[in-house]
């Protein structure tokens, strides 16, 4: 993917342009473009109970920004936030150079923005195949009736999807169990799938809500391996929560982190590790 | 041995999605409508046509839309009775008003009506799920019924309430009224049978069908990935209530002749007709037909054993005979809750190892 044209949103939000870094190569050859996402203020309440208070971040194209915190911090949260779910009580929701007005998940799903779940979100009763073909419904142009008699553009794009679907099923090596029914999978495949299904959706924005909670080391590994590939092969912008620190600091570009919802540290993995109250919240503080 | 897909490769993906992948499965298909359309109407007679084959299509053409509604979409319904209903008196008002248009055209029209008032008590599925659901639909059972009996329009105020089938034909045939032969009802069915059943295949292995199954499986992912939930119920209300107005259509003019509202098409009816669902599979088109043979034939099974074989008073052999049904579906839902469909399915996984253990 290329950068954003600089233009665009610079006319729209100069704002977006003051705090962040300009676009750069990273190390490895991959193009950080121009701000893709980016949340201004947002405090979402519960009740009496604020899960987010007052947090601003951004995310720009092409790289991976990881969300970390402490159980409870408002990580989740935040990513229904961005995902449209929760509808914040203060602060702005920027998307693609434009504020996002209030929408519904689904239409929030058409702008290109795909997630995954940290308890998989998927559909049981469907063969592997067709939960990935579930990811590009907001593509499918055919009629009712053009379905109902399977004639004409229900058909040729029936098949032109499974293509663009089998590649995904090629990339992420799920070849054989492409016609098993979801609910038979074990949990470190349905996480795969349940990948392939966000990744079909060709997003802008990919949010993974845990990708790799319970897992092994190896799979672990399998998942970190896919997660650098669709970002250098695909250019796709990911947004991550993970636990787990090791694998957070070697995969992301910036880390955002949070702790009873306010966000206590912003940048690269190498000046979190080195900041205080990032540590302060991990590893305790001692009370005199 | 016999049953197997080795040796039969895809080499793209159209043929890999047909609904018949298997060239064995390919050959049963078309040897059934063979049989269905060419060697049945010659043999059929007039006591096989009203007691098995003619309400096996009809219900399974029912079943088959109820079945998209709450085995593909995931939406309980009891209104199945009131929206046969619907499409009954629609039939029955638009051959009345219009005489000269063909009656065919006539029932697929019904079905459209049917389907307008499928999507306004499909409403309040958009607010209520499972069981609540169950009883919204209930209230519009009883409702259609109630309205059906009460306006005297709905049945050209005829003076006993019923209403009745004027005679009328296609290509010179009759297919509805009392002259109607056996052949002409039967085939008139299998037409909308078979019809249906093929565009209820292409919607469900679809785009739209995905759309049910996933608002069916996790109603919010669905909507996370793009599915707009109001469009996918009210689709399925939809198409449903189409398939049901339809059987109702043709359960009045071609199978029943005259019907009255509150016995033809009440509560019992709907309640019939979920059985059949459950029964034959959630989720299956063949599940629809299996189920609604299930549910015809049995009664016309026993009650030749218990009357013809065993010799019983045939009130007596009524009377075991609902209470055999009744145990049956008890005993089959304990063996089998996915329905013949799944047993079907498993025979096939058999079949295919048969005679080696794995």
Same mark, same amino acid.
């Given at each position: 993917?290329?950068?954003?044209?600089?233009?665009?949103?610079?006319?729209?939000?100069?704002?977006?342009?003051?705090?962040?870094?300009?676009?750069?190569?990273?190390?490895?050859?991959?193009?950080?473009?121009?701000?893709?996402?980016?949340?201004?203020?947002?405090?979402?309440?519960?009740?009496?109970?604020?899960?987010?208070?007052?947090?601003?971040?951004?995310?720009?194209?092409?790289?991976?920004?990881?969300?970390?915190?402490?159980?409870?911090?408002?990580?989740?949260?935040?990513?229904?936030?961005?995902?449209?779910?929760?509808?914040?009580?203060?602060?702005?929701?920027?998307?693609?150079?434009?504020?996002?007005?209030?929408?519904?998940?689904?239409?929030?799903?058409?702008?290109?923005?795909?997630?995954?779940?940290?308890?998989?979100?998927?559909?049981?009763?469907?063969?592997?195949?067709?939960?990935?073909?579930?990811?590009?419904?907001?593509?499918?142009?055919?009629?009712?009736?053009?379905?109902?008699?399977?004639?004409?553009?229900?058909?040729?794009?029936?098949?032109?999807?499974?293509?663009?679907?089998?590649?995904?099923?090629?990339?992420?090596?799920?070849?054989?169990?492409?016609?098993?029914?979801?609910?038979?999978?074990?949990?470190?495949?349905?996480?795969?799938?349940?990948?392939?299904?966000?990744?079909?959706?060709?997003?802008?924005?990919?949010?993974?809500?845990?990708?790799?909670?319970?897992?092994?080391?190896?799979?672990?590994?399998?998942?970190?391996?896919?997660?650098?590939?669709?970002?250098?092969?695909?250019?796709?912008?990911?947004?991550?929560?993970?636990?787990?620190?090791?694998?957070?600091?070697?995969?992301?570009?910036?880390?955002?982190?949070?702790?009873?919802?306010?966000?206590?540290?912003?940048?690269?993995?190498?000046?979190?590790?080195?900041?205080?109250?990032?540590?302060?919240?991990?590893?305790?503080?001692?009370?005199? | 041995?016999?049953?197997?897909?080795?040796?039969?490769?895809?080499?793209?993906?159209?043929?890999?999605?047909?609904?018949?992948?298997?060239?064995?499965?390919?050959?049963?298909?078309?040897?059934?409508?063979?049989?269905?359309?060419?060697?049945?109407?010659?043999?059929?007679?007039?006591?096989?046509?009203?007691?098995?084959?003619?309400?096996?299509?009809?219900?399974?053409?029912?079943?088959?839309?109820?079945?998209?509604?709450?085995?593909?979409?995931? *939406?309980?319904?009891?209104?199945?009775?009131?929206?046969?209903?619907?499409?009954?008196?629609?039939?029955?008002?638009?051959?009345?008003?219009?005489?000269?248009?063909?009656?065919? &055209?006539?029932?697929?029209?019904?079905?459209? &009506?049917?389907?307008?008032?499928?999507?306004?008590?499909?409403?309040?599925?958009?607010?209520?799920?499972?069981?609540?659901?169950?009883?919204?639909?209930?209230?519009?059972?009883?409702?259609?019924?109630?309205?059906?009996?009460?306006?005297?329009?709905?049945?050209?105020?005829?003076?006993?309430?019923? &209403?009745?089938?004027?005679?009328?034909?296609?290509?010179?045939?009759?297919?509805?009224?009392? *002259?109607?032969?056996?052949?002409?009802?039967?085939?008139?069915?299998?037409?909308?049978?078979?019809?249906?059943?093929?565009?209820?295949?292409?919607?469900?292995?679809?785009?739209?069908?995905?759309?049910?199954?996933?608002?069916?499986?996790?109603?919010?992912?669905?909507?996370?990935?793009?599915?707009?939930?109001?469009?996918?119920?009210?689709?399925?209300?939809?198409?449903?209530?189409?398939?049901?107005?339809?059987?109702?259509?043709?359960?009045?003019?071609?199978?029943?002749?005259?019907?009255?509202?509150?016995?033809?098409?009440?509560?019992?009816?709907?309640?019939?007709?979920?059985?059949?669902?459950? &029964?034959?599979?959630?989720?299956?088109?063949?599940?629809?037909?299996?189920?609604?043979?299930?549910?015809?034939?049995?009664?016309?099974?026993?009650?030749?054993?218990?009357?013809?074989?065993?010799?019983?008073?045939?009130?007596?052999?009524?009377?075991?005979?609902?209470?055999?049904?009744?145990?049956?579906?008890?005993?089959?839902?304990?063996?089998?809750?996915?329905?013949?469909?799944?047993?079907?399915?498993?025979?096939?996984?058999?079949?295919?190892?048969?005679?080696?253990?794995?």
């Amino acid at each position: 993917m290329t950068p954003t044209t600089s233009t665009a949103p610079a006319l729209t939000d100069p704002a977006a342009t003051d705090s962040a870094v300009q676009p750069h190569v990273t190390a490895d050859g991959r193009q950080i473009g121009g701000v893709l996402m980016d949340m201004r203020n947002i405090t979402l309440r519960f009740g009496g109970v604020v899960a987010i208070k007052d947090i601003s971040f951004d995310i720009r194209e092409g790289e991976i920004r990881a969300i970390i915190g402490p159980n409870g911090a408002g990580k989740s949260s935040m990513m229904n936030v961005m995902s449209g779910f929760y509808v914040p009580q203060e602060g702005e929701v920027w998307f693609r150079g434009q504020r996002r007005p209030q929408m519904k998940p689904y239409e929030v799903a058409r702008l290109g923005i795909a997630r995954t779940f940290q308890n998989i979100a998927l559909f049981d009763g469907m063969s592997v195949l067709d939960n990935i073909m579930t990811g590009r419904l907001t593509m499918m142009k055919s009629s009712l009736l053009e379905q109902a008699l399977w004639w004409g553009r229900a058909e040729r794009e029936e098949t032109w999807h499974r293509e663009k679907v089998e590649k995904i099923i090629d990339f992420l090596e799920i070849q054989n169990i492409r016609k098993t029914p979801v609910g038979r999978l074990p949990y470190g495949l349905k996480k795969r799938v349940e990948l392939a299904r966000a990744l079909a959706a060709e997003p802008k924005l990919l949010m993974l809500d845990e990708p790799m909670a319970g897992m092994n080391v190896e799979e672990k590994e399998d998942m970190s391996r896919f997660i650098l590939d669709v970002n250098d092969e695909f250019g796709t912008t990911i947004a991550l929560i993970e636990h787990d620190m090791g694998v957070v600091m070697d995969l992301s570009d910036r880390v955002v982190v949070m702790d009873y919802g306010r966000k206590i540290g912003d940048g690269t993995p190498d000046q979190i590790r080195s900041n205080q109250q990032v540590i302060d919240a991990y590893l305790g503080v001692a009370h005199d | 041995m016999l049953y197997r897909e080795a040796g039969d490769f895809k080499t793209s993906y159209r043929e890999d999605s047909q609904t018949f992948p298997l060239r064995l499965d390919r050959w049963g298909y078309y040897a059934t409508l063979a049989v269905a359309f060419l060697v049945i109407p010659l043999v059929i007679n007039d006591y096989w046509a009203n007691a098995v084959l003619v309400p096996f299509l009809v219900y399974s053409i029912a079943a088959l839309g109820l079945n998209i509604l709450t085995g593909y979409a995931g *939406q309980v319904s009891l209104g199945t009775g009131g929206f046969m209903a619907v499409g009954a008196y629609a039939t029955y008002k638009l051959s009345t008003s219009f005489p000269d248009i063909s009656i065919l &055209i006539h029932i697929l029209l019904a079905g459209g &009506i049917t389907a307008v008032v499928g999507m306004l008590f499909g409403l309040p599925s958009l607010r209520i799920k499972g069981f609540y659901l169950a009883v919204a639909t209930l209230a519009a059972q009883f409702f259609l019924v109630w309205l059906f009996n009460k306006v005297p329009w709905f049945y050209n105020y005829s003076a006993s309430g019923q &209403i009745t089938a004027p005679e009328r034909t296609v290509l010179g045939w009759f297919v509805t009224g009392p *002259q109607t032969s056996a052949p002409a009802k039967y085939l008139v069915c299998l037409v909308f049978a078979v019809g249906l059943a093929w565009i209820a295949r292409n919607l469900t292995r679809g785009t739209v069908g995905r759309k049910w199954m996933a608002i069916r499986d996790m109603d919010i992912a669905a909507e996370i990935i793009g599915v707009n939930p109001l469009t996918a119920k009210l689709t399925a209300f939809a198409v449903s209530s189409f398939f049901v107005g339809v059987a109702g259509a043709l359960f009045f003019s071609v199978y029943l002749g005259a019907a009255e509202v509150g016995e033809a098409f009440g509560i019992n009816k709907s309640f019939l007709i979920l059985f059949m669902v459950i &029964i034959g599979g959630l989720g299956s088109i063949f599940g629809s037909f299996a189920g609604a043979a299930f549910l015809v034939l049995l009664p016309v099974l026993l009650k030749n054993v218990l009357v013809g074989t065993l010799g019983w008073p045939t009130d007596l052999a009524a009377h075991i005979e609902l209470m055999i049904v009744g145990a049956l579906i008890v005993v089959f839902l304990i063996v089998e809750p996915h329905g013949l469909a799944q047993l079907w399915r498993l025979t096939k996984e058999k079949l295919r190892l048969w005679p080696f253990p794995h």
